[in-house]
């Protein structure tokens, strides 16, 4: 079965109550089970290609059939990856409209924070169908888990990886939770303290002792969205020094501006939230990035990646008709034998073919042994022997 998904254009419409964790994945589902041999593994943060990642996040808006276009939309615009949020309002919060749980600002503003979860979560009953989707379009797919019990759901699931939120970067026991999986960790560093990632750092390689599957430290700005002056995307080469784990950037600024500037810097993962349609609507579209600037994206970033490319070492095999254009030492003047070389009949000019301009002054004085016509490249046997 190709990439596109049996459930296009069907009008599959469900939405996630605030319940608890449903139940396991039934034997019927696409995805039960473990992932197969090897699946694991594919998700190697330290691999040379930067990785791009197409957060679905709850620009599904409540349709199956819409979740499952947008990830065959992603791996068709290039992503290399899907993360989907794996989360209940009940896990995540109480059902409360007091002032601590109402949100004052930002694209949610006036919404409870129950009420924003509610609408925004993605239902666990659809992970098994994601994860298949994604696997037939040929791209791995993994989340975020918001508590243990989601963690103990994706492990069932078989994803390759797992990330930590910024928000939830400081519960120690979910980030042990999650470190115990033994799988490669993204951890995303918006609002946090440099002693705050230290602390999840520690936990984690705590956790892992000698082992070390990868970690990755996405540096993210949590504001939605995030203005290009509030990004100070030097931070995540300091990161990556400090921590000696794979830089990254979890972006939420508008286009793909900032995403391209943090690939000089050293970021090797770049992931951005992806709708089919801003227009749409939904709780995280206004800034999400839609298939034609995912694909723009992914073909600038390649292009960039190109263009840093390694450290030079002498002419690229694109510099070759340049190179006869170079500097060199030509006679400007008919020359008979025996004449002495000076500025007024020898000048570096170019093209190249004679000797080579740090030369000059060396032959100044000399003579030559034979006449030589103006627009001869002066070569060693051009001169007479010195005594």
Request: glycine share 8%.
């Amino acid at each position: 079965m190709g990439c596109r998904s049996a459930h296009r254009g069907e009008a599959i419409q469900a939405r996630q109550g605030g319940g608890a964790r449903p139940g396991p994945l039934p034997a019927s589902s696409p995805a039960a089970g473990p992932a197969p041999s090897g699946e694991a593994a594919v998700l190697d943060l330290r691999r040379d290609r930067v990785w791009v990642v197409a957060e679905l996040s709850a620009n599904h808006g409540g349709s199956l059939a819409r979740a499952l276009e947008t990830i065959e939309a992603a791996a068709e615009c290039g992503a290399d990856a899907i993360k989907l949020q794996t989360y209940t309002a009940d896990t995540l919060t109480i059902d409360c409209d007091r002032e601590p749980f109402q949100i004052r600002s930002g694209p949610w503003r006036g919404r409870t924070l129950y009420d924003l979860y509610r609408e925004a979560a993605t239902p666990w009953e659809w992970h098994g169908e994601l994860r298949a989707a994604a696997r037939r379009c040929g791209v791995p797919l993994f989340s975020t888990p918001f508590d243990p019990s989601a963690v103990d759901f994706l492990e069932e699931l078989g994803v390759p990886a797992h990330k930590i939120a910024s928000f939830e970067i400081i519960d120690r026991e979910l980030v042990e939770r999650v470190a115990v999986t033994g799988k490669p960790l993204l951890v995303s560093t918006g609002m946090a303290s440099d002693s705050e990632v230290a602390e999840a750092v520690g936990w984690i390689r705590s956790v892992w002792g000698r082992q070390d599957p990868g970690l990755a430290l996405l540096h993210c700005v949590s504001a939605y969205p995030a203005a290009p002056e509030d990004m100070q995307l030097a931070t995540i080469p300091a990161l990556s020094r400090r921590f000696q784990a794979v830089p990254g950037l979890s972006d939420h600024s508008l286009g793909n501006l900032c995403a391209l500037a943090s690939i000089p810097l050293g970021a090797r993962i770049v992931e951005k939230h992806f709708t089919l349609r801003r227009s749409d609507g939904g709780p995280d579209a206004a800034f999400s990035i839609e298939p034609a600037e995912l694909r723009g994206l992914v073909q600038q970033i390649r292009q960039v990646e190109r263009a840093i490319g390694g450290v030079r070492e002498g002419p690229r095999p694109s510099e070759a008709d340049s190179l006869c254009h170079r500097r060199s030492l030509f006679v400007v003047r008919d020359l008979r034998a025996g004449e002495v070389l000076s500025r007024e009949n020898l000048r570096v000019i170019r093209p190249a073919g004679g000797l080579a301009p740090k030369e000059h002054r060396a032959v100044l004085g000399r003579r030559v042994r034979r006449s030589l016509q103006r627009d001869t490249p002066l070569r060693w046997e051009d001169l007479e022997p010195q005594c």
